[in-house]
């Protein structure tokens, strides 16, 4: 069985300013880089470690990031791995380039900028 980590609270996460990964229980970590902090997820799959952001501390609190942990758990005991997830519904949201809008926008309004002259 696998050690569980301390829980660490709000206070022990604003005065961790060490460098590196720090964890916070659950699969959830704190992500020291200079005098930035933000959440991770770690877990394994396939026998491989994989990381997955939550976001930053100063828009993502305690309580929000350990829900979102949790959400990411459950994908993984459904057999799904939440990066790869997360890849896939980005993907799957169009986007469009102002390229591909401009040919777009010019060709629904071709007919309308036609006068009598040029029939």
């Not at 829980?7 to 005098?35: C, E, F, M, T």
Request: proline fraction near 3%.
């Amino acid at each position: 069985m696998p050690r569980r980590s301390k829980q660490l609270n709000v206070a022990q996460i604003r005065a961790l300013n060490k460098p590196g990964k720090h964890a916070v229980g659950d699969n959830l970590y704190v992500q020291v880089i200079g005098s930035g902090k933000s959440w991770l997820f770690r877990y394994m799959r396939n026998g491989k470690a994989r990381e997955m952001g939550l976001g930053p501390i100063a828009l993502v609190s305690l309580a929000e990031a350990r829900q979102r942990a949790f959400e990411q758990r459950k994908l993984l005991h459904d057999g799904v791995d939440p990066l790869e997830a997360r890849h896939a519904q980005s993907s799957s949201e169009r986007t469009i380039c102002f390229t591909d809008a401009a040919y777009e926008y010019i060709e629904t309004r071709r007919a309308s900028w036609k006068n009598a002259n040029d029939t």
